[in-house]
Nanobody, 124 residues
Framework: QVQLVESGGGKVQAGGSLRLSCAASGLYFSTHTMGWFRQAPGKEREFVAAISWSGGSTDYADSVKGRFTIFRDNAKNTVSLQMNSLKPEDTAVYYC?????????????????WGQGTHVTVSS
């Protein structure tokens, strides 16, 4: 059974930082592209960042470029999202997801497995 478990969410003031982590089990982690998505209240789930199976390629939503960094540790089956210079508009539930592809993908439909999400609240 595939499990993706996010951690690291919380409340932070604007300008602050948080690091989200996702621990994966039940899948061959190093053959999956990993992604982070988020969903704000009343809005659709949106792409945030993704990293290829090897870690050699990454992609980011324009809204987070230069502020967020995605990285993975295939030895530990973890993927993380370092979030700096947080803004109130970053407030959302953040989801970790896995796609059985070798290349970076950014659409929800290309991800087969999802975590339960972790809440991030950024106050002004």
């Amino acid at each position: 059974q595939v499990q993706l478990v996010e951690s690291g969410g919380g409340k932070v003031q604007a300008g602050g930082s948080l690091r989200l982590s996702c621990a994966a089990s039940g899948l061959y982690f190093s053959t999956h592209t990993m992604g982070w998505f988020r969903q704000a209240p009343g809005k659709e789930r949106e792409f945030v960042a993704a990293i290829s199976w090897s870690g050699g390629s990454t992609d980011y939503a324009d809204s987070v470029k230069g502020r967020f960094t995605i990285f993975r540790d295939n030895a530990k089956n973890t993927v993380s999202l370092q979030m700096n210079s947080l803004k109130p508009e970053d407030t959302a539930v953040y989801y970790c997801a896995a796609s059985p592809t070798a290349v970076v993908v950014t659409t929800i439909y290309e991800y087969d497995y999802w975590g339960q999400g972790t809440h991030v609240t950024v106050s002004s």
